[in-house]
């Protein structure tokens, strides 16, 4: 699915990723955690595609695709979706309106048929059930006067409904209360089969609890520096990322 | 890669830029009592029409060109335009069927042919080509529930008591350096009259378009509702591309006694100049209205064109519980400049105004919302809600809010909310992250941002409105 090698990447000419290398299979959850500064977020807005991340050596390949060729919006009518840490605010844009137009490029692009507005509102309605947001919702504009909680669960709503091949979350358990997080949670397990893989990029273990990752990963440094199963994560939990750090030191002696 | 496609979308062209290739009747350029009385005389006017025109002109020679607004532009030469101009015609015309064909297939060009708006859209339309009218529509229609539809000129020759009565009685020839020059010079525009309780079976449009180089062209609307009437007007104009600029003074009156509404729409798309901000109209509005007791008017405008706007629709709340309300969408690109806004005086009890001006600006395009709210000792209980917004496409732009408030009375309430945002990179990658390409995204942002606005234009024309911004909105609103 998401074969990473070598990378190093940045912004404004600050280099963040340094070396990453990362394979994600299909099928697969994989979770990326790393202290503040390790450079999560990086790795999730230059495989998105955001300007100003720019990937200066390395590779990424995408489903036998050099993924770091195509245009954002390339990426996502390919399968790539990026469940944002800050949703923006689009006034005036309706909600339903929005993702309609989203689910419709993707499905032009994977040569399906478009739906049509009875079609979608169906599959809309659906997916909604899975994040327990209200039909209100659908009428409101994009992230527009939603609490914190409330738009990540239409990042995950919109997850649901564009159907990625490969869901990377930014940080989505960041301000979360425990139900949200259950929600969330749930809505990546619905999607996660033998087609889909996610990647999940986290700071703390808590997501983890309800969204179980076949591997997780521990990045410092702009690197990918320890890797294991579910088991490293509670690790991580209990020792901290003090103990990455320390071991990273004694291997560089 | 975002920010180019912004750039792309911003530099598109004017790409109503074509020269019908007519005959015209044209008068030497130049502006004196001479040029007066030729053009009344043209006209084939009464005494009285003329004696307005030299009164006004003999005030404007006493007065200032503004410049207080917040636009720069080289002198205008008022001697070296020529102040008429019209395409030469051989007889009067009793159908459409007569109209030149290349007149018809400039309209054509501009999508707005008049069988396909006669079929289709149960509009009728008085086009004004330059500044003669050459085609009337659905006049007889309009006639059976007593409607006066008609070019100003036929108003002069057939309704002379409606149009002494009302002309000058919402801006008196004296108001301002332009609209006292287009009293002076103004050739034709619209006339509408709706008589007392009626309700104007359909929407009425003129679409006026420049066509003769260096052709100031100086409309003149009056349209007059009676007690209890109500009409929906709809303006709207593209002008083909020109390289000198062309000088544009228009007058707009609204009158709506007792319980009379009218609603006025205007899109307009007139040439904003080239790239490098050469060329381009100059277009300097009085637009006003007078309401009466219980009256409503309304305001609704798309500007999406000319190299300078200067421009001001206008509510005197003369009788109690009368309403004013102010829609706007203004969008500058390239060096185009606009300085628009609204007034609304209070002067009844009771009267409520409301305004929602929108401005986009891209490019190096400047912009500027002023806006005055006036409540007069007599305006008990008056209310006002004010919101600007200004949304910025790149870095080279500008836009600017004056709000002006006087407030005389203490029942007031007043609310003005005002914002600025940039159409920003974290807008645009999150649309394209979710497979939407960049242009579609900038449409979408941009008309949800004028959502409110484009909400109280008449169907057709808000259809027209976002064809103007350059984007589709593909079914976004309801």
């Known amino acids: ?253 | 890669m975002s920010s180019t496609t912004i750039e792309q979308i911003a530099s598109q062209e004017y790409k109503y830029g074509f020269i019908t290739d007519i005959e015209a009747d044209q008068a030497p350029p130049g502006l004196n009592e001479d040029i007066i009385r030729l053009i009344s005389a043209k006209k084939n006017e009464p005494e009285w029409m003329l004696a307005f025109r030299l009164k006004a002109f003999r005030h404007w020679l006493t007065m200032k060109e503004p410049t207080w607004a917040n636009i720069k532009y080289g002198p205008i030469d008022y001697q070296a335009t020529s102040y008429y101009s019209a395409p030469k015609q051989k007889k009067k015309l009793n159908s459409l069927d007569e109209v030149d064909p290349e007149l018809r297939a400039t309209f054509a060009k501009l999508g707005i042919s008049l069988e396909e708006q006669k079929r289709l859209s149960n509009v009728a339309v008085d086009a004004v080509f330059d500044s003669v009218s050459v085609a009337t529509t659905f006049r007889t229609e309009l006639a059976k529930v007593g409607v006066i539809f008609c070019s100003f000129s036929d108003a002069v020759q057939n309704h002379p008591d409606l149009v002494k009565k009302y002309l000058g009685s919402v801006v008196p020839y004296t108001d301002n350096f332009f609209a006292t020059l287009n009293s002076a010079v103004f050739t034709d525009g619209s006339f509408c009259y709706i008589p007392k309780g009626v309700r104007c079976p359909m929407e009425l449009s003129t679409y006026f378009r420049i066509n003769s180089a260096n052709t100031g062209q100086f409309e003149r609307t009056l349209i007059v509702a009676d007690e209890g009437a109500t009409v929906s007007y709809l303006e709207g104009c593209t002008a083909p591309m020109r390289d000198e600029n062309q000088l544009h003074a228009a007058v707009v009156e609204l009158v709506a006694l007792d319980n009379a509404s009218i609603k006025y729409s205007t899109v307009q798309n007139w040439y904003p100049g080239d790239k490098e901000g050469r060329g381009g109209i100059y277009n300097f509005v009085t637009k006003r209205g007078k309401a009466f007791k219980n009256a409503k008017l309304s305001w609704t405008q798309v500007e999406t064109g000319s190299a300078i706007t200067w421009k001001y629709p206008s509510c005197i709340l003369q009788g109690d519980n009368s309403i004013g309300e102010f829609y706007s969408v203004a969008l500058t690109n390239h060096h185009q400049q606009a300085d628009t806004g609204t007034k609304m005086i209070h002067l009844g009890k009771n009267t409520r105004s409301t305004i929602v001006s929108k401005g986009i600006s891209a490019g190096r395009g400047q912009q500027t919302y002023r806006g005055e709210v006036k409540i007069m000792k007599s305006a008990e209980g008056a209310r006002n809600y004010s919101q600007c917004d200004s949304l910025l496409l790149g870095d080279k732009c500008g836009a600017h809010t004056f709000p002006y408030i006087e407030v005389r009375n203490s029942t007031a309430k007043m609310e003005h909310e005002a914002s600025t945002s940039k159409i920003g990179e974290d807008q645009l990658f999150y649309c394209q992250q979710r497979g939407i390409s960049a242009e579609d995204a900038v449409s979408m942002i941009v008309n949800g941002f004028c959502r409110e606005v484009f909400k109280e234009l008449p169907m057709e024309f808000a259809v027209e409105a976002t064809k103007l911004l350059g984007v589709s909105l593909e079914g976004s609103v309801g």
Do not use: C
């Open chain 1, 1 to 253: 699915m998401l074969d990473i090698k070598d990378l190093y990447a940045g912004i404004d000419g600050k280099e963040i990723l340094k070396g990453l290398t990362l394979h994600v299979g299909t099928g697969e959850v994989h979770a990326i955690m790393g202290p503040n500064g390790s450079g999560k977020s990086t790795l999730a807005n230059v495989l998105a595609g955001r300007p100003k991340y720019v990937a200066t050596s390395g590779t990424v390949t995408y489903q036998g695709k050099d993924l770091l060729a195509l245009p954002a919006e390339e990426r996502a009518r390919e399968g790539v979706f990026l469940a944002m840490q800050y949703p923006v605010e689009i006034p005036g844009v309706n909600n339903i309106y929005f993702l309609k137009a989203a689910l419709n490029s993707v499905r032009k692009h994977q040569g399906q048929e478009e739906l049509d507005a009875m079609e979608f509102l169906q599959l809309a309605r659906e997916k909604m059930k899975l994040v327990d947001l209200d039909e209100a919702f659908m009428n409101r504009s994009v992230n527009e006067g939603f609490s914190g909680g409330e738009k990540k669960r239409n990042e995950i709503f919109q997850m649901a409904v564009l159907d990625p091949k490969l869901a990377i979350l930014d940080e989505t358990d960041s301000g979360l209360d425990i139900d949200a997080l259950r929600i969330v949670a749930e809505g990546v397990n619905a999607l996660a089969s033998e087609k889909h893989s996610v990647l999940v990029i986290t700071h703390y273990q808590r997501l983890l609890k309800y969204l179980v990752p076949d591997f997780v990963h521990v990045l410092a440094d702009g690197r990918i520096v320890k890797s294991g199963g579910k088991e490293l994560a509670e690790e991580l939990e209990q020792k901290g990322y003090e103990w990455i750090e320390g071991e990273m030191a004694t291997a560089s002696r």
